[in-house]
């Protein structure tokens, strides 16, 4: 793990631009947002999740996050078809500030290409220097 001005960067994730993290659990993959995501939101009031046995396709919208700041959507890291989906987050959204990489995922997927998907991603490495682009921006 390693940190850019404040912000947990956890190694063995792939990272979007789009402030999601993927981790691979065999056949399937955990999805959620960034240390980076929450602390722009601020304090996350509500996530609006999709329903298992929806599909998500890389790049578009699976659904939102409204902190008192703003409504942010969340953009699919990956595609597939949606396994599970935390719960605990949408009772107690909370969570994403509190624990984004743990307790706060969103999604468990069945991917339907990872392998080619994952060269959309960026490897631990290449995350931490585009979080450090972020803040010197």
Not at 99 to 121: H, I, M, S
Request: with cysteine.
């Amino acid at each position: 793990m390693v940190k850019v001005d404040g912000c947990e960067v956890p190694e063995g994730l792939y990272y979007t631009k789009d402030y999601g993290w993927v981790k691979i659990e065999g056949d399937k993959v955990r999805v959620g947002i960034t240390d980076y995501a929450q602390k722009q939101l601020r304090e996350i009031v509500y996530a609006e999740l999709p329903s298992p046995g929806t599909t998500t396709k890389q790049g578009e919208p699976y659904g939102t996050l409204e902190s008192v700041k703003a409504v942010s959507d969340l953009i699919a890291p990956i595609s597939g078809t949606i396994e599970e989906v935390n719960e605990e987050v949408q009772s107690k959204p909370e969570l994403l500030n509190e624990d984004p990489y743990g307790k706060g995922w969103l999604l468990l997927v069945r991917p339907t290409n990872l392998q080619a998907e994952l060269a959309n991603l960026m490897d631990f490495n290449q995350a931490v220097e585009w979080h450090k682009s972020l803040i010197k921006g």
